[in-house]
């Protein structure tokens, strides 16, 4: 039947309705204002050198970089500031940021590492169990019964809590992460510290060669003291 006869034939009470349906439909409003709404920087971005506080597009990428080797780096509601003789390492899967610590012997000993890690409010697991696992990848030297250093400390920050830890001995190295295959590596020294910031728990592990991470005690420190909330 042609449309011509068949609109005839329809009454105007539901003409009127077909209409009134279809303006309906075709001018719905929005039940909430569109608006633009922040999204925080990824971890894989913050170790890009984001500022926690601006867009991707707001910084070029070279500037983004240049800004994480000298400036200061925030998550989970704290900022810290990177030692100015540490650089900015290579991106890597699970972490914030990774630092390395140049050895002031080259030709004897190898880069100490600093690896900064957030999982997210409540995640990561506890404090004693974090702190008792990094413990673990430890052994006692060749000869001896007992780590030739394990100390912990709890303490205050800048009104942040802040555990951190220190042990010396052979450090089991696993060349990925959950690997079962581990590489002994003797005379390394961890400096490792857990901050209770406002969003969660943000960990700064850093392990080398004793003799680097000796040197490298002040720029640690400095780390440490320069913990400030967001």
């Not at 780096?73 to 540490?86: D, E, F, L």
């Not at 857990?194 to 991470?213: R, Y």
Request: hydrophobic fraction near 35%; charge should be positive.
């Amino acid at each position: 039947m042609p449309l011509t006869i068949a609109c005839k034939e329809m009454s105007w009470k539901a003409l009127l309705a077909v209409v009134f349906l279809g303006l309906l439909c075709g001018c719905k409003a929005d039940p909430l204002p569109r608006k633009r709404i922040p999204v925080p920087p990824s971890p894989m971005a913050l170790q890009r050198g984001d500022s926690p506080m601006m867009s991707q597009r707001s910084v070029p990428p070279t500037n983004r970089r240049a800004a994480a080797q000298a400036g200061t780096s925030g998550i989970a509601g704290m900022t810290w500031k990177k030692p100015a003789s540490w650089k900015l390492g290579p991106r890597r899967r699970m972490r914030v940021a990774t630092y390395i610590i140049p050895s002031p012997y080259r030709n004897r000993f190898a880069n100490g590492e600093c690896s900064i890690f957030y999982f997210g409010p409540s995640q990561g697991g506890g404090l004693a169990a974090n702190l008792n696992r990094w413990k673990g990848q430890f052994r006692p030297e060749t000869g001896k019964t007992a780590l030739t250093l394990s100390k912990t400390n709890q303490t205050t920050i800048n009104t942040l809590k802040v555990a951190t830890l220190e042990v010396r001995g052979t450090f089991m190295f696993s060349p990925r992460p959950m690997s079962p295959n581990k590489v002994p590596k003797p005379n390394y020294h961890m400096l490792a510290a857990i901050v209770g910031a406002p969003q969660g728990m943000v960990f700064f592990k850093c392990v080398g060669p004793h003799t680097v991470m000796q040197q490298a005690k002040p720029a640690y420190q400095s780390l440490l003291t320069s913990f400030r909330k967001q």
